[in-house]
């Protein structure tokens, strides 16, 4: 079992549209990351948020922790946006926890 | 703007060979991690360390050792090594002054043990 999974796995758009990928968690978090991984292997960090919304030019991550539900959203997407999008959570003692990537193809 | 810097990037070892996977970060970072990811898996931690001559084991820590010397530096050793330790390595460092710092990951370094 998974402390956290994501969905979709695979993930194939048309340039252009709206993007949405999910994450669930099943343990207590002080903090949740969402980071890409470039074709290359090099992984970068996206956001990383402990509550409500945050935005970064056309990428928007919402965290609810109640439901222990996070969304990343790409508006307007690239092919430049193809990668994988990884996320993770942060619990007591400043340990991480990885879900196993969501493959995000974009289609000019 | 060096940030995190992982050598080498490849490495092939035979089985029973041991080395040293190199992490350096110029961000004056407390926190730093070595992670293993392997195909179609999530990263997993092997160790990590809060501050200088702190370590602590992660989820996957046997078959490797860590030391903390200094802050800037965080060695990874595999002292003997076997086809399991077959991974891509990254190491990442945060600063947790505040609750919502990254990490700031390295390159990776690729190794195959034959």
């Known amino acids: 079992k998974n402390e956290v999974e994501q969905s979709p796995q695979n993930l194939t758009a048309q340039e252009g549209e709206f993007i949405t990928i999910n994450c669930s968690y099943s343990v207590g978090i002080s903090a949740l990351h969402w980071l890409q991984q470039h074709p290359g292997g090099g992984i970068v960090s996206l956001f990383m948020?402990?509550?409500g919304k945050k935005k970064h030019g056309r990428l928007i991550a919402t965290i609810n922790i109640q439901e222990k539900h996070s969304s990343l959203h790409i508006t307007a997407s690239h092919p430049r946006d193809s990668a994988v999008y990884i996320c993770?959570?942060?619990?007591?003692?400043?340990?991480?926890?990885f879900g196993t990537g969501t493959s995000l193809t974009v289609i000019p | 703007n060096a940030g995190v810097t992982q050598t080498p990037k490849f490495r092939i070892l035979k089985i029973g060979q041991s080395m040293t996977l190199q992490c350096a970060q110029d961000?004056?970072?407390?926190?730093m991690y070595w992670y293993r990811q392997d195909p179609g898996m999530g990263l997993k931690l092997i160790y990590y360390?809060?501050?200088?001559?702190?370590?602590d084991k992660g989820e996957v820590p046997n078959g490797y050792n860590v030391s903390r010397s200094t802050t800037e530096y965080f060695p990874l050793r595999l002292e003997l090594a076997a086809p399991s330790q077959t991974s891509v390595y990254f190491c990442?460092?945060?600063?947790?002054?505040?609750?919502?710092?990254?990490?700031?990951f390295g390159d990776g370094t690729r190794l195959s043990i034959l």
């Open positions: 948020l402990s509550s």
């Open positions: 993770a959570v942060r619990i007591a003692g400043n340990q991480f926890y």
């Open positions: 990442a460092s945060s600063f947790t002054g505040q609750l919502e710092q990254p990490q700031h």
């Open positions: 360390s809060v501050g200088a001559g702190i370590t």
């Open positions: 961000m004056n970072h407390n926190y």
